[in-house]
């Protein structure tokens, strides 16, 4: 057993066993292999096994048990649920062509307002997107997207040219936990720009941030014209 190998083993143990619970492969209540026989599979120490399941539990993927083992958690039950939607399937579904294009796409460190929205260290690395979504001849949507390249290191040679930011993460990196944050702002100078409105015109903010157990995946902002965007969540009530 090669020990020096701990530190990239260590990510790809969490990255498959994340994979597997997100997918749903291991549904809520599964137990997950003991660690002695993680570290069999892996042909790791129990220690390097023990990290990687110490950061499940901390993401609220797994629940430790004492001499029992470690469980699939079962999801919290939410009032109402937001749904990551493509931008590109909402266009269409307005029978309008779509196209985006990036404005902006560059690798750099992170600024204390980077290190808040995506509660990372200051310094660390980002990279930091921005796109124009259309609906036909008309802006639809701009995209102002952080990524943490702690956590996705594969995001610094993206172009993100021939697919948008939003869903090039869902295919690399299965998120475990989102937050949404909903608000309205008058059109800045540069977002007017970007949306091709008049300037304090009113528009809709949807800002959203997700997680891996690896860590902070992504924060992003998009910005909608007031009359271009409708959010609808289902949701039932929770049991009593």
């Not at 002695?36 to 901390?58: G, H, I």
């Not at 993401?59 to 004492?66: D, F, M, N, Q």
């Amino acid at each position: 057993m090669n020990q020096s190998r701990d530190p990239t083993l260590h990510q790809r143990i969490l990255s498959e066993i994340e994979g597997r619970i997100v997918s749903g492969e291991w549904p809520p209540g599964y137990r997950i292999p003991f660690e002695v026989d993680l570290a069999t599979q892996y042909d790791c120490s129990r220690m390097t096994v023990n990290k990687v399941l110490t950061q499940l539990a901390k993401a609220g993927l797994i629940e430790r048990r004492k001499k029992s083992g470690s469980f699939v958690t079962q999801p919290q039950a939410q009032s109402a649920v937001l749904e990551i939607h493509d931008i590109k399937a909402e266009v269409q579904s307005l029978n309008l062509p779509y196209s985006y294009a990036v404005s902006k796409k560059t690798s750099r460190k992170a600024r204390a307002e980077d290190s808040r929205r995506l509660e990372l260290p200051v310094a660390s690395s980002v990279v930091e997107v921005v796109c124009i979504h259309n609906a036909g001849v008309r802006p639809f949507c701009l995209e102002e997207r952080l990524i943490s390249l702690e956590t996705v290191p594969e995001a610094a040679a993206a172009d993100f040219l021939a697919v948008a930011p939003g869903p090039w993460l869902l295919n690399q990196v299965p998120w475990s936990t989102a937050e949404h944050r909903i608000h309205a702002i008058s059109a800045s100078a540069e977002v007017a720009a970007a949306l091709d409105i008049a300037r304090n015109t009113a528009c809709l903010v949807v800002e959203r941030r997700t997680w891996s157990g690896a860590g902070p995946v992504t924060h992003v902002r998009f910005t909608y014209p007031g009359d271009r965007h409708a959010l609808v969540a289902r949701f039932t009530p929770a049991s009593q």
